[in-house]
Every structure is written in structure tokens, then in C-alpha cells.
């Protein structure tokens, strides 16, 4: 079969095979008497392996190898080819994720995409310093579309930079929450903490219904952060968390704050001073637990939590007795 014939056939040029033959990849078993290359029927299958081959992404050296080579191992070649594939999905994805991010902030010309370049490159930086200057400008100079804060936010380990980033959120007047909302169902327990922590420092616009279904996270840092942000918006349901929280010595200090601040309301201060009461009453409770129990009530006013500190002064425990008669004191000097 003649080249021109050849190349209809296999869908490769006529030049594209004779520069196979330059490179030894396939040479044609004849010519005809006017000196044409002929092939033969192997020689065709062999190109159309070259072009198999080919489509997997391998360069012409690496498909002679493979044709030629007895102990060509393709398994490992696969391998690699799997992982350069990746490595080139990876750079195009982000790509397209930096040019759609252009596109949402709305470049009026190229000093406007010069800008949003260069501030998602800060924000990317190794720099914390860097990434916390990028924070503050996304917020007062250059608009950031609201996805790329958010990422910036999940991915923030920095606490200073962190909060620059969420205060340029919560500034960004753009929905964020239900973006970060999805950042607690991550398998990731930090990115899931960063989440909640960012949906309460948002102003509070449908953010509050978020913190409601993350005290049902199955992550109990998830649960105490939504606590403390909800009792912060003076949700009183919220108490047997904060409580949990006390015993369990997860941000137990803030928790009591939050309680203190709760007990504003003397209806909800004898919630605080039964819920505390109950929990100091359980026989397993360990001695820093009930400890850290007793140290709660020193805020919750009310003639319930007075009448529970007296008996406290004489509890069994003597860290116990000694915290409930320093707080007694404390509250007859007040």
C-alpha cells in the first residue's frame, strides 16, 4: 500500500509518516519500481500502535520504547502518565478558577485585572504578612470576588491573618455564609472550625439559622463554637451546651462568660443556676469538672445559686468548698 493511501487510512499525514521514518518509528517493508514506499500490513499496524500509543500522551521516543524495548515496563510509564495528567488538570483548574474570579469582580480595564491579579497572588503568598496586607486591601481598595475570600479564609492557619481575612469578608457585603456553610461538612477539622468561626463573626443575616444547624454538627468544636456565637445573640437554648462545654473543659472560659451574659434575664439566670446545679449533683462528675462548675456560677445572680454556693462551701472536695467560699465573698463585697 502506497503513503498516500496509507495516510487516508490511518488518519495520519503523509509527512507526519515520513517523519516517523526519519525517526525509525516505522520504515515502509518496500518501493514499488518507481521508488514509492510501500507498506506492508504489519507496517500499518504498527503505525496504527504509534497512534494509540500517541493518545495516551506519550512522546514519540517514549512510544519506540515502548515498540522496541523487550523490558519496556508500560505499567510504570502509566503511572507517570497519570500523574502528569493530574499535575496538568491541577494548573488548569486553577486557572480557570483565577480567571472566573477576574471575571466576577467586573474589571472595568486591564489596571482593574492587574489589580485582582496581584491581590489573589498575595493572597496565596507564603508571606502571613503579606496575605494579612492582602486582607485589609480586599476589603478598603481592590474588590475580591467573595469566593476567593472564603477559600483564603478555610485555608487561613495564621490567627491574625485569619481574622484580617474574615473581618474583609464580613466587610465584602457579599453572601459568604453559605459558601463557608460548606466548609463544616468537611473531612478536614480545621477548615471545619475556620468555617464556623467565620459564619459567626458574619453580620447576623440568615447566619444565625446556620449556627442553629451546626449545634448538630457531629463535631463537637463545631457545636461549641455555634454555642458561644448564639448565646453571644442571646439564644438561651443554648445553655446544657455551654454547660457541656464547662465539663468537658472546651473553651470552658468562654463559655462562662457567655452564661454570665445570658443570666442578664433572671428567668433564664435559674435555668443557669439548675442546669449548673444538676450537672454538680452527678456522682461521676470528676473533682476539676465540678471545680470548673462552681467557678461558673460566680456570675449567675439570683437567691438559688447564692443558697447552692453556701452548701458548696462545705462540699466534700475541698477545691470545691474553697472556689464556692471565695466566691461567696466576692459576691458580699459586691
Known amino acids: 500500500m502506497l503513503i498516500g493511501d496509507v495516510a487516508r487510512r490511518a ?14 518509528l516505522v520504515r515502509p517493508t518496500g518501493r514499488t519500481d518507481s521508488g514509492y514506499r510501500e507498506y506492508s500490513g504489519e507496517d500499518i499496524r504498527r503505525i496504527f500502535h504509534i497512534e494509540s500509543l500517541r493518545s495516551l500522551g506519550l512522546s514519540l521516543r517514549e512510544v519506540g520504547r515502548a515498540l522496541d524495548d523487550p523490558g519496556f515496563a508500560p505499567a510504570e510509564l502509566v503511572d507517570g502518565l497519570i500523574r502528569q495528567t493530574r499535575e496538568r488538570l491541577a494548573a488548569e483548574t486553577e486557572l480557570l478558577t483565577r480567571l472566573r474570579r477576574i471575571d466576577a469582580a467586573e474589571p472595568a480595564d486591564w489596571e482593574d485585572v492587574l489589580q485582582t491579579v496581584a491581590l489573589l497572588q498575595a493572597l496565596g503568598s507564603k508571606s502571613a504578612g503579606a496575605r494579612q496586607r492582602a486582607a485589609l486591601s480586599a476589603a478598603d481598595e481592590v ?10 479564609v478555610l485555608d487561613e492557619s495564621d490567627p491574625n491573618v485569619a481574622g484580617a481575612l474574615r473581618w474583609a469578608l464580613a466587610q465584602s457585603g457579599e453572601d459568604g455564609a453559605a459558601l463557608l456553610a460548606e466548609g463544616l461538612g468537611s473531612p478536614s477539622a480545621e477548615v471545619r472550625k475556620r468555617a464556623v468561626q467565620s459564619i459567626a463573626e458574619l453580620p ?3 447566619t ?8 448538630t454538627n457531629s463535631d463537637a468544636v463545631v457545636r461549641g463554637y455555634a454555642a458561644l456565637a448564639l448565646g453571644a445573640r442571646g439564644a438561651a437554648d443554648v445553655v446544657p ?12 472560659v468562654d463559655a462562662a462568660d457567655v452564661l454570665s451574659a445570658l ?11 439548675t442546669g449548673l446545679l444538676d450537672r454538680l449533683a452527678h456522682d461521676t462528675m470528676g473533682s476539676s469538672a465540678r471545680r470548673r462548675l462552681t467557678q461558673a456560677l460566680a456570675d449567675i445572680p439570683g437567691d438559688l445559686t447564692t443558697g447552692a454556693l453556701v ?12 472556689t464556692a467560699t471565695y466566691i461567696l465573698k466576692l459576691r458580699e463585697t459586691r
Do not use: C, F, K, Q
Request: proline letters at 4%; zero cysteines.
Open 11 to 24: 488518519g495520519v499525514s503523509a509527512r507526519m509518516l515520513r517523519h516517523y521514518e526519519s525517526l525509525g
Open 143 to 152: 474588590p475580591v470576588p467573595v469566593e476567593a475570600l472564603v477559600e483564603a
Open 204 to 206: 447576623d443575616d440568615g
Open 208 to 215: 444565625t439559622a446556620l449556627l442553629r444547624d451546626a449545634l
Open 241 to 252: 451546651t455551654l454547660i457541656d462545654m464547662i465539663v468537658e473543659e472546651r473553651n470552658d
Open 263 to 273: 443570666a442578664g434575664d433572671p428567668a433564664v439566670a435559674d435555668r443557669i443556676a
Open 311 to 322: 452548701d458548696l462551701s462545705h462540699d466534700a472536695d475541698r477545691a470545691v468548698a474553697l
